[in-house]
């Protein structure tokens, strides 16, 4: 991988935000600590569907019986989300990608890496609506079972819609990739890698969780549209199924 942003648009890219060094420091530690920790966490956890419905379940009630569940979820990854998602597109809203001028790779990843930040905003957002916000508002109508919501049968029949699948495969990749490229801006802005050697072994290791983590995230989610695909067809012939057995 290689740099988001064009040297020659750093200072043209500061005057024009009017962008506090500090707060653009926060804006890149926030895509790492907390909200890049919890999205592996995230992955890594969801995987557990590969080993089947049991295993998935029980990973979705250890994490909802986490004591002050909600709390915790609105300071580790609701408001940095917000934080790191509004200012994110405040600055891809006025940043200059020279595209046209220079056509070498800082450019490309550089524009890739503010349209795959609006794309993972939109899709987080949407993610967060689906499950967790999904499942508090059960608990709030006081349904004895708020977990369904997030459970396996209904990620497995959202999964089996293709639309909705499509949706999923281009979000998690969107996000993956912000997210192991804004590893690579995070060490060059914190002083980590300063050589131009560091920074090439840099992106080669962004390039492997990239690819790691991209591979979980849609292992997963084809996973769940397996598993609804076979539901949807196991419905649709156990009516003919039982019409046989009857006639027999």
């Known amino acids: 991988m290689a740099s988001s942003i064009p040297v020659s648009n750093e200072a043209t890219n500061t005057r024009g935000l009017r962008d506090p060094y500090l707060w653009h420091k926060l804006h890149s530690l926030s895509g790492i600590l907390p909200i890049g920790i919890f999205l592996m966490q995230h ?4 995987s557990y569907a590969l080993r089947g419905p049991g295993a998935f379940e029980t990973v979705v009630k250890v ?4 004591p002050f569940v909600a709390i915790l979820e609105i300071v580790i990854i609701y408001i940095p989300i917000l934080y790191h998602g509004i200012y ?3 600055i891809a809203a006025h940043g200059q990608q020279n595209l046209g001028s220079y056509s070498y790779g800082r450019n490309w990843m550089y524009f890739l890496q503010r349209i795959s930040g609006v794309i993972a905003f939109f899709y987080i957002g949407f993610h967060v609506w689906n499950t ?3 499942r508090y508002f059960l608990e709030w109508q006081g349904s004895p079972d708020p977990g369904k919501a997030i459970g396996w049968e209904s990620m497995a029949g959202q999964f089996a819609d293709p639309l909705f699948f499509a949706f999923y495969v281009i979000g998690i990749t969107a996000t993956v990739f912000h997210f192991a490229n804004g590893i690579w801006n995070f060490c ?4 980590v890698t300063i050589s131009p050697r560091s920074q090439k072994i840099s992106a080669y290791v962004c390039a492997g969780i990239f690819a790691v983590f991209t591979l979980i995230g849609l292992a997963t989610a084809n996973r769940f549209r397996v598993a609804g695909l076979n539901h949807e067809r196991a419905a649709i012939s156990a009516p003919g199924a039982a019409t046989k057995v009857a006639r027999g």
Do not use: K, P, V
């Not at 060059?188 to 002083?191: A, F, V, Y």
């Open 43 to 46: 992955l890594i956890a969801n």
């Open 63 to 66: 994490f909802g019986y986490l």
């Open 88 to 90: 994110g597109i405040f």
């Open 132 to 134: 967790s916000l999904q």
């Open 188 to 191: 060059i802005r914190w002083g």
